[in-house]
Each structure stands twice: as C-alpha cells, then as structure tokens.
C-alpha cells in the first residue's frame, strides 16, 4: 500500500521497501545493481500497514524503518541492524486507522520525530524521538475530518516544521504551526450559553483587554467573558435577551466611552439593548421591535449625529430595519427598506465615497447583495443587487484591493465558497470571484492577519468544524485556502487580538458544543 525508495544496506544503491497491507508485513528488496532487486524479505509489522517511511531514527547512519498500522492503531519501528537487515518491531500507539507517517525532527533536537495522520480519530499524532530510536507517547491535535495524508514542512519561513494534513472527509487541508519545541497552535474552548449563534471580542471593562461576548440562542441571554490576560478568559456570566438572540453587536450607544450590548432576537422579532453598567457589567435589556425574524444587527451612526443607530437584516419580512439612537441610548421606532430574499447579514459601509455609511445585506433566499444607498439623516434609496454564490450567509465590505474603495465578501454556505466583489466606483460593483472554503461556511471575516497591509478572508466552516484563512496577495485575489479546526458547528467568528501581541487571533462561536473557541496567532 506504501513504497519508500532508500539505500538501506550503505552502498550507494537504493532500495525498496514497501508496506503490505494485507499480509502486516514490510517488504525489503535489496538493489542488486544496474536497477534490478533481490528477492524481498519481510518483516512482520501491526495489522494493516497502510505507509511507510525509512529515515535513521538512532543516529547510527543506518535508515530505519516506520510503519502506520491501520488496522491496529499503532506505528512500528524497526531498526537498521546492519547491512540493510532489521530487527523486531517496536510499536507505539497512536489514533485511529493511521493511514499516513512522516518522520522529521519538529522539535530541533536533531532527533526525528513521528508523526502520522488519524483517518478514524480525525487528528494527527506526534510522538518524540527521546533518542537512540525509541520514542515518546503520542500527544495529538485536530485535523479535518478523515485524515488520509501527511506532510511536516516549515510552511511559515521560522525554521520550524509544520504539520499539513490532506482531509479526505471534508475536502480540506489543515495546516498545524508549530509555535516551539515541537508542540502545535490548536483552539482553546470555553464554555457559553446554549447554541452560541454570533459573537464579538470587544474591550468591556477598559482594561485593554478584549473581551468575549456571545448570543446563545438556545438560552435566550448573552454571555461575557472576560479576558484574565494572555488571551485567556474567565468564566461566563450571562445576560437576558428576547427569544432566540442570533446576532450581537457590542458598540458604546449612550456615550459614556462603555460599550454595550445589542442583540437581535429572531424569535420575537426585537432587538435588546443592555448598556454597560461598568467594570463589563450590564443592565436588564430594554427591547424594541423590529421586522419578522431579524438575523443580523449593526450599530453605526447613519444620520451624522455623533449617535450610534440600529439597522437589522429581517429574514422573514426580506426587509432591513433602521432604528435612529434618540440620545442617551434609546431609539426611535424602526424604519423599513425592501431587501431581495431572506436577507440574513447586514453590513454598514461608506461604499460610494460621500461620507455616509450605506446598508449592504447578503440574502440567503435570493442568492445575491443588496446595496442601499444612504441618502442622508439616514434614509436609504431602493436597493440594487449583485449575484453572489448560493445561499449567502453573511458578509463583510473592507477595501481589499488598496483602492481607498471598499469591497464586498460574502460567506456562500450552500457553494463552500466566498464571493469576492470588487468596488469599481461610485458604489458599483465587478461580478463576483469565487474562492473555495471548508463546507458551510456560516460567518466571514476581512482582516489583515499576516500584517502585510493587506486585509485577509477568514471564515466560519459549520460543516467541517474548521476556519479556514484565505491570504490576499494582492490587488484583491486571494490564495487558496489554509483552515484550522475549530469545536463543532463554528457559526460566528472574529478576529482580533486577544493576547496583546499585536497578532490578530480567531474565535469562534462553536453552536455545536455550546462554547467559544480561542485560536491565538502563532
């Protein structure tokens, strides 16, 4: 099932070894000379060798050999005795049905290192060389889904090996940065509210720290974490809201240099606003109503009065509401706009350059954008609409492309793909560019996670269980992505650096597993 090419015996002709999967054994067949091999002898492995590798794991210039035994969760180590004959196996447990190994050194002690991919546990596993070719219980990390391929390269340019994974489940690779000593980036989990559905890391109690905030939609309230230093964070406390809030902004709404809280409620068609009390404590919400089932909410100031407003994308009602901030926090009734259907995101940006943030939405049952125009003291023109892939879920509009005009990005959760539609003046609009995601991707993202001035498209994979990083580079296209895993169903994220390292990080709202997943920037 497996073939490795590698002068096993020292002279100077390489020779084969191949993996058997049916038989558990290894096959070694000496080169003879002028390309022609001896008869194979073998050496008994785990059940299922499914890979091998021949590298000199005891440092005695002689390669030895490693297997991944699928069938018995194991890897198999047999060294090189001399002259291309080998010893017993040794085996190591690892994760489920490996079916890939590499050997490299990931923690620069000039030992090499094990590592395979987990096709039935969905991880990888690295076991350390501790010298003299033994080896270390495994530690493991998360991959995709069904892991059938591994690669360890320094991806990064730091001079320490990466792990890549080919995901056979989900379609995907994952890319594990090796941050040290061989260990491995990976999300951090923290409990929240039933169905955490949106989430925003926003400074609550002026500490300079940013904070957690979640809508858990199965609990009816909001969770605050707040940030104990380093990027990690205290246990919730928790806030009610209307039925099944689904979509939460965190802006300053009365002026006091507090942020508060806005969350809109889809199932009793309100949005609640909770103002800061200090030190990250909020009061009891005040509501006011808005159209059928309100997906999404933004808080930007769209009147010019120095006042944030409300702006809701209605799904049910395919409308957008505009409630104007009356002072001191509180607002008027809501305004309506027609939107194309089901729209189910809304994004507040200055697309035309006049000084006024317009109203874009992503409409899930019409598979397109809409554009309003703000017309000034925040009112809105008729919308116009671009093609987007289907089923957009949300959207982000960021100048991408340095052109001082900003862009429209779009999750497509039916098409695992984001839409990338470049501004071409005055507020119109290219046709859109396609990149591929992980599956259904719910929430996106733009921010410059690489600092090289160029804003990135991160996304939320529901489907998958991952993020996925798409790199600009440059004039607003984007490379292919690299995703990392995150805790089950991510349906929010956001991107902000949480450790005060001047690295942008991801979290996620993880609605599967009822928490938040913090992914520090290595």
């Given amino acids: 099932n497996s073939v490795a090419v590698v ?41 299922s060798p499914n890979s091998v590798a021949v590298v000199d794991l005891n440092n005695d210039n002689k390669p030895d050999i490693v297997s991944a035994n699928s069938g018995v969760n194991t890897v198999s180590v047999l060294l090189n005795t001399g002259t291309g004959t080998f010893s017993a196996q040794t085996t190591y447990t690892t994760g489920t049905k490996p079916q890939s190994v590499a050997v490299v050194d990931v923690n ?35 991959t995709g889904t069904n892991p059938n391929s591994v690669a360890v390269v320094d991806v990064n340019n730091d001079n320490k090996p990466d792990i890549v994974t080919a995901n056979y489940g989900v379609n995907t690779v994952s890319v594990l940065l090796n941050t040290g000593t061989g260990t491995f980036s990976a999300q951090t989990t923290y409990a929240t509210g039933t169905k955490p559905q949106s989430v925003a890391v926003v400074d ?16 009816n309230a909001v969770s605050v974490l707040l940030n104990t230093g380093t ?25 006091d240099t507090k942020p508060d809280i806005v969350s809109a409620n889809s199932g009793v068609n309100t949005v609640s606003v909770l103002l800061n009390t200090g030190t990250g404590t909020f009061s009891a919400q005040t509501t006011y109503a808005t159209g059928t089932s309100p997906q999404s909410v933004a808080v930007v100031d769209v009147n010019n009065d120095n006042k944030p407003d409300i702006v809701t994308a209605n799904y049910d009602a395919s409308t957008v509401s505009v409630l104007l901030n009356t002072g001191t926090g509180t607002f008027s009734a809501q305004t309506t706009y027609a939107t194309s259907k089901g729209p189910i995101s809304v994004a507040l940006v200055d697309v035309n350059n006049d000084n006024k943030p317009d109203i874009v939405t992503a409409n899930y049952g ?49 098409a695992n793909t984001v839409s990338a539609l470049l501004n071409t003046g005055t507020g119109t609009f290219s046709a859109q560019t396609t990149y591929a995601t992980g599956t259904n991707p719910y929430s996106v993202e733009v921010v410059d996670v690489n600092n090289d ?14 993020v996925s990083v798409l790199l600009n580079t440059g004039t607003g296209t984007f490379s292919a992505q690299t995703t990392y895993a995150t ?28 928490g938040v997943g913090v992914s520090v920037h290595c």
Wanted: charged share 10%; no cysteine; proline share 4%.
């Fill in 204 to 219: 609550v109690n002026n500490d300079n720290k940013p904070d957690i905030v979640t809508a858990n939609y199965g609990a």
């Fill in 7 to 47: 002068d096993v015996n020292n002279d100077t002709k390489p020779d084969i070894v191949t993996a058997n999967y049916g038989a558990n054994t290894v096959s070694v067949l000496l080169n003879t000379g002028t390309g022609t091999f001896s008869a194979h002898t073998t050496y008994a492995t785990g059940t």
């Fill in 366 to 414: 019409a598979n397109n954008v809409s554009v309003l125009f703000n017309t000034g003291t925040g009112t809105f023109s008729a919308q116009t609409t671009y093609a987007t892939g289907s089923y957009p879920r949300s959207v982000a509009v960021v100048n991408m492309n340095n052109d001082t005009k900003p862009d429209i990005v779009t999750a497509n959760y039916g």
């Fill in 453 to 466: 001035n160029k804003p990135d498209i991160v996304s939320a994979n529901s489907g998958v269980n991952t």
């Fill in 231 to 255: 990027g990690t964070f205290s246990a919730q406390t928790t806030y009610a809201t209307g039925s099944s809030p689904i979509s939460v902004a965190v802006v300053d709404v009365n002026n």
């Fill in 108 to 142: 620069n002690d000039n030992k090499p290192d094990i590592v395979t991919a987990n096709y039935g546990a969905n991880t990888v596993s690295v076991l350390f060389n501790t010298g003299t070719g033994t080896f270390s219980a495994q530690t493991t990390y998360a």
């Fill in 487 to 514: 805790g089950t169903s991510p349906i929010s994220v956001a991107v902000v650096d949480v450790n005060n390292d001047n690295k942008p990080d991801i979290v996620t709202a993880n609605a599967g597993a009822n």
